[in-house]
């Protein structure tokens, strides 16, 4: 599946998602939208009265001198008002019910789709995920109740004034129907034009986003090249395609005045000229007062809501969404990939490791290298010095490598980029013969597994915690384990495998040995140690480590003391971009930085521990 950028940058004209989204929102509320088209028909009905009152007023009232009958009209005038209003308030009641769960859909879809572009396997977060959630969601949210109160207002207000001026005279009503109808075509001819801009706006800012970003995330790089002028020149660019973009979007504005002159203010010229023609026909002052009511009242501010509602909240409603909807997909399958990836995630246990031997033992080539990386290039950062360059490293099963460097070497990063957790710009990861970037995630589990220097442990029964990666271990099995990596003390402290754990009440070593032992009972052929022993006393990480060497599996370990490339049969110095692998002795006659790194961390005991041989 493409990435988040790449599809965002496909996205052209509006996809007919945006209608069917909206309709699908709608149709899950129904009764919800009922009880707003209801309200708005009693909202509309001071509109559908007005002129007709105002009319009578006049004509019945005060024309004829009758005083009394002309307030007495205005006053039932006055209550339909009322009525009105209450109807109004219960309409954005009724639209909350629709607009409200339309967000938190919109919410969760971006959510979803943000989770499942970082967690899978080879995938990077999107850092336009953010905006898109806490922008574009919240401006769906709001353009979309804006769109149902203008719209539902021009419905009912319109019909209502329509219906009126037709009671008081079918020609009234052709005479004001025409421009208002000429009007709404020209703003409904200009909304494909407007869409367009609008959506260039929006992408300028996404772009705009991710510019930024990207140059945020190198920024000590581009101070040490001197490319300050250059990158700011080109985030520059991307400032001013945006604001080129608003304006003409502002631009875009003056068709909506041009439509609402022709539907809202040209009726009433038009009424004002016919009026001496409307009276030669035997219309009456009260009619047409009362048909400049609809017009004023009535037609005219609720086309003035629609066009300005559309042409504005409309078109950033339409874009937005189509947005969110091409860059969030709502995949079947990817959901039940996810769930089928947590699913292995907790399913490894030794049934699932039977099954997983089963499964792809057509898929591993035979005899393939337990680990194998090819020109592997990683960057932190567009902009940024490469943390690794064409490395490549070739690991037999039952290996035991250490890995050493100074500080910001690339270290940890090769840890990830072997477990799956980064995925490299340039080469490639294999397990076992298996891509790791085609690898689903509960496969990945089952082929490797990390323990990071911040051991995570869960208040629970301590068999739990041990158990999590592989919950078909019995006692025996896991009482072997801890005593295996020297943690039966610890056990025995915490009152056995029944034992409570309290992450708090543990010292950050205990708390490394728990995670230690947990993934040692994994069924992972693989085990990476991102110095996961660093808060062990030496003489317990030495127990660790031997008893990892021994498992059945390859061994890598991120040093955290010179001790553990001692221990190790092969060590990868990351030096700079040049990697240099070795023994422990040749790489003290051949590597002046693992010298370096020697002399300044060794903390060995007296005597040399031997290299752990498998028997």
């Given at each position: 599946m493409s990435a988040p950028g790449e599809r965002a940058g496909r996205a052209g004209a509006a996809s007919p998602g945006v209608g069917r989204a909206t309709w699908t929102a709608l149709r899950a509320?129904?009764?919800?939208?009922?009880?707003?088209?209801?309200?708005?028909?009693?909202?509309?009905?001071?509109?559908?009265?007005?002129?007709?009152?105002?009319?009578?007023?006049?004509?019945?009232?005060?024309l004829a001198g009758r005083l009394g009958a002309g307030l007495g009209w205005l006053a039932a005038l006055a209550a339909a008002v009322l009525v009105g209003a209450v109807a109004t308030g219960r309409t954005y009641r009724s639209l909350g019910a629709v607009v409200e769960p339309f967000r938190d859909d919109l919410a969760a879809r971006v959510v979803g789709a943000a989770l499942?572009?970082?967690?899978?396997?080879?995938?990077?977060?999107?850092?336009?995920?953010?905006?898109?959630?806490?922008?574009?969601?919240?401006?769906?949210r709001d353009t979309f109740a804006g769109l149902l109160m203008v719209t539902r207002g021009f419905l009912f207000t319109a019909g209502a004034a329509l219906l009126g001026l037709l009671a008081l005279d079918p020609m009234v009503t052709a005479l004001v129907a025409v421009p208002l109808l000429t009007g709404l075509v020209v703003f409904l001819a200009a909304l494909p034009a407007m869409a367009g801009q609008q959506r260039r706006y929006v992408r300028a800012g996404e772009e705009l986003g991710r510019a930024a970003a990207a140059t945020l995330s190198g920024h000590r790089d581009v101070r040490a090249c001197g490319a300050a002028g250059r990158v700011v020149a080109g985030v520059g660019v991307r400032?001013?395609?945006?604001?080129?973009?608003?304006r003409t979007l502002a631009r875009m504005s003056a068709v909506r005045s041009l439509s609402l002159g022709l539907g809202g203010w040209l009726p009433v010229a038009v009424l004002l000229l016919a009026a001496p023609w409307l009276v030669d026909r035997g219309l009456t002052a009260g009619a047409v007062l009362g048909a400049l009511v609809y017009v004023s009242t009535g037609l005219q501010p609720a086309l003035h809501a629609l066009v300005q509602g559309i042409g504005g909240g409309g078109l950033r409603y339409v874009v937005t969404l189509d947005r969110i909807l091409r860059t969030c997909p709502d995949d079947a399958g990817d959901d039940r990939g996810d769930d089928a990836g947590a699913a292995g995630r907790h399913d490894t246990g030794d049934d699932a490791a039977?099954?997983?031997?089963?499964?792809?033992?057509?898929?591993?080539?035979?005899?393939?290298?337990?680990?194998?990386a090819r020109g592997l290039t990683f960057r932190y950062g567009v902009a940024a010095r490469p943390v690794l360059r064409d490395a490549t490293l070739a690991l037999s099963d039952g290996q035991h490598l250490a890995v050493v460097g100074a500080s910001g070497a690339g270290k940890s990063t090769l840890a990830a980029l072997l477990s799956g957790l980064l995925a490299p710009q340039a080469g490639t990861v294999r397990l076992g013969g298996v891509p790791v970037a085609d690898a689903p995630p509960e496969a990945l589990a089952r082929l490797r597994v990390l323990v990071p220097q911040e051991a995570y442990v869960f208040t629970g029964p301590l068999a739990d915690n041990l158990r999590y990666l592989r919950p078909g271990a019995d006692d025996a099995t896991v009482t072997a384990a801890l005593d295996a990596l020297g943690a039966g003390p610890l056990a025995a402290r915490l009152g056995g495998l029944a034992g409570e754990v309290t992450p708090a009440a543990l010292s950050a070593g205990e708390r490394q040995l728990i995670a230690a032992v947990r993934a040692y009972l994994s069924p992972a052929p693989l085990v990476l140690l991102d110095e996961a022993t660093c808060h062990l006393d030496p003489a317990t990480e030495a127990t660790v480590e031997d008893a990892f060497a021994r498992r059945p599996g390859t061994l890598v370990v991120i040093a955290h003391r010179i001790s553990s490339a001692v221990r190790a049969r092969r060590v990868l110095v990351l030096d700079g971009e040049r990697p240099v692998t070795g023994t422990h002795e040749e790489l003290l006659a051949r590597s002046a930085t693992y010298r370096e790194l020697v002399g300044h961390w060794d903390d060995r005991p007296a005597g040399r521990p031997a290299p752990v041989t498998r028997g």
């Open positions: 509320r129904r009764s919800a939208v009922a009880r707003l088209a209801g309200w708005s028909a009693v909202e509309a009905l001071p509109t559908l009265l007005s002129g007709a009152l105002v009319a009578r007023a006049v004509d019945g009232g005060f499942r572009d970082a967690t899978r396997c080879g995938g990077r977060p999107d850092t336009a995920a953010a905006a898109r959630l806490t922008h574009q969601v919240e401006l769906v400032v001013a395609d945006q604001a080129a973009a608003e039977g099954r997983h031997d089963a499964n792809n033992a057509s898929a591993r080539p035979v005899g393939a290298p337990a680990v194998l």
